[in-house]
């Protein structure tokens, strides 16, 4: 069964960082598109990052140059490292597999939250 | 990339039908034929429902259908049963790697 199961949330002060990782399991990483999407509370849902089989990465313009996403073959994990934290970060964050134009399955998320 | 346009919320008697309708651009929902929907029930991670406009994944009921005209794709729910009050999204790739989602509909299922 393939499954995503995220981890490192929790609360930052704003201008701090956190690093998110996804494990994922029945499949391999290295091999398939992996995203990483966010939800506001009571909001919708935003793309935020990808990572490609190929190795190649893509940012939403509202995270570039803060978010970096990179994956670790040999753990098959993806990780999210979140610098410059702003309360509009605060959100649930999803890994999400992308094995077309779509997202599935989504990992149960993640809650970060910057406050002071 | 601005959020695709969704109704904030939709009703329906069971076994009645529902039409949730997401308007882009040309630069994304009238420009590809990559507009995927997704159900999520409270407190819980989105569920896809369709992608590729129309195509149902395994597991979804043939309820559950999608189409496209020109800027904005549909998603329609026939036969409504009770287990499908839930906020649906629809969204859809943009290019140059990057997809934008709806705001979200409330069905509610009266």
């Known amino acids: 069964e393939v499954q995503l199961v995220e981890s490192g949330g929790g609360l930052v002060q704003p201008g701090g960082s956190l690093r998110l990782s996804c494990a994922a399991s029945?499949?391999?990483?290295?091999?398939?598109?992996v995203r990483w999407v966010r939800q506001a509370p009571g909001k919708g849902l935003e793309w935020v990052s990808t990572f490609s089989g190929s190795g190649n990465t893509h940012y939403a313009d509202s995270v570039k140059g803060r978010f970096t996403i990179s994956r670790d073959n040999s753990k098959n994990t993806l990780s999210l490292q979140m610098n410059s934290l702003r309360a509009e970060d605060t959100a649930v964050y999803y890994c999400?597999?992308?094995?077309?134009?779509?997202?599935?399955?989504w990992g149960q998320g993640t809650l970060v939250t910057v406050s002071s | 990339q601005s959020a695709l346009t969704q109704p904030r919320s939709v009703s329906g008697s069971p076994g009645q039908s529902v039409t949730i309708s997401c308007t882009g651009t040309s630069s994304d929902v009238g420009g590809y034929n990559y507009v995927s929907w997704y159900q999520q029930h409270p407190g819980r991670a989105p569920k896809i429902m369709l992608y590729?406009?129309?195509k149902r994944p395994s597991g979804v009921p043939d309820r559950f259908s999608g189409s496209k005209s020109g800027n904005t794709a549909s998603l329609t729910i026939s036969g409504l049963q009770a287990e499908d009050e839930a906020d649906y999204y629809c969204c859809s790739y943009a290019g140059t790697y990057t997809w934008v989602f709806g705001g979200g509909t409330k069905l509610t299922v009266l």
């Open positions: 590729d406009v129309s």
């Open positions: 999400v597999r992308g094995p077309g134009y779509w997202f599935d399955p």
């Open positions: 029945g499949f391999t990483l290295s091999s398939n598109t």
